[in-house]
């Protein structure tokens, strides 16, 4: 079935340093790809998304590149700020089904 | 624009107790979900609805029943509490049905103790 697995964390940065938080995915079709972001206390909000092979979707510094020959769907940006310490979630959906499948989670603290 | 309103944001219960989060959203959206978030495990979808009226089972459905009556409301029911259901519940609202790139609109969750 769908699914996706994300890497388990918890990540901790120092402040300017590089993030990579890999996504990988299964599905049947062509699904749609999400990044999510949750801060502390707070729901799910959406931070950048992908539609179709190739398409790279970009939000606050953050992007990710939807590659289809490698089933994965890696967030990153170049230059972390102790504001982006949040749990971050990958997550599918397809045009066949009724719901998002996410990944687990994972969390990210930014240390100045 | 409110979004995604839950309530209540706090609760504890104790085993046994019954219960009902309430979810509304002014967006006019046709599709509402609940999930529950527990560490490590992510977001696992307990009901669903697709349309004012209509009700679907998700992953984790047991335990719970759900109901929308009216196309804003989306209402999770907890009949006789259990420690396991102790978790953090999320609702969601969507226009369409997934896929197209439509995304989620999410509550701010509603934590759940059951002691």
């Known amino acids: 079935g769908d699914s996706v697995t994300q890497m388990e964390g918890p990540v901790t940065l120092s402040e300017e340093a590089f993030l990579t938080i890999n996504c990988t995915y299964t599905?049947?079709?062509?699904?749609?790809l999400f990044w999510y972001v949750q801060y502390p206390g707070e729901g799910l909000q959406l931070l950048l998304k992908?539609?179709?092979?190739?398409d790279k979707g970009s939000n606050k510094g953050f992007e990710a590149t939807y590659r289809k020959e490698t089933t994965s769907f890696h967030l990153e940006k170049g230059s972390v700020q102790v504001s982006d310490s949040a749990v971050y979630f990958c997550?599918?959906?397809?045009?066949?089904?009724?719901?998002?499948?996410f990944g687990t989670g994972t969390s990210l603290t930014v240390i100045p | 624009n409110a979004g995604v309103t839950q309530t209540p944001k706090f609760r504890v219960l104790k085993t046994g107790q019954s219960m009902t989060l309430l979810c509304a959203q002014d967006?006019?959206?046709?599709?509402m979900y609940w999930y529950r978030q527990d560490p490590g495990m992510g977001l696992r979808l307990i009901h669903y609805s697709v349309g004012e009226g209509t009700t679907a089972k998700g992953e984790v459905p047991d335990g719970y029943n759900v109901s929308r009556l009216k196309k804003q409301n989306f209402l999770l029911g907890l009949e006789s509490a259990a420690p396991s259901q102790t978790s953090v519940y999320f609702c969601?609202?969507?226009?369409?049905?997934?896929?197209?790139?439509?995304?989620?609109?999410f509550g701010s969750g509603t934590r759940l103790t059951v002691v």
């Open positions: 997550a599918l959906s397809t045009n066949t089904g009724n719901q998002f499948y």
């Open positions: 599905a049947t079709g062509y699904p749609s």
């Open positions: 992908a539609t179709k092979a190739d």
């Open positions: 967006m006019n959206h046709e599709y």
């Open positions: 969601a609202s969507s226009y369409r049905r997934t896929g197209g790139g439509y995304g989620y609109t």
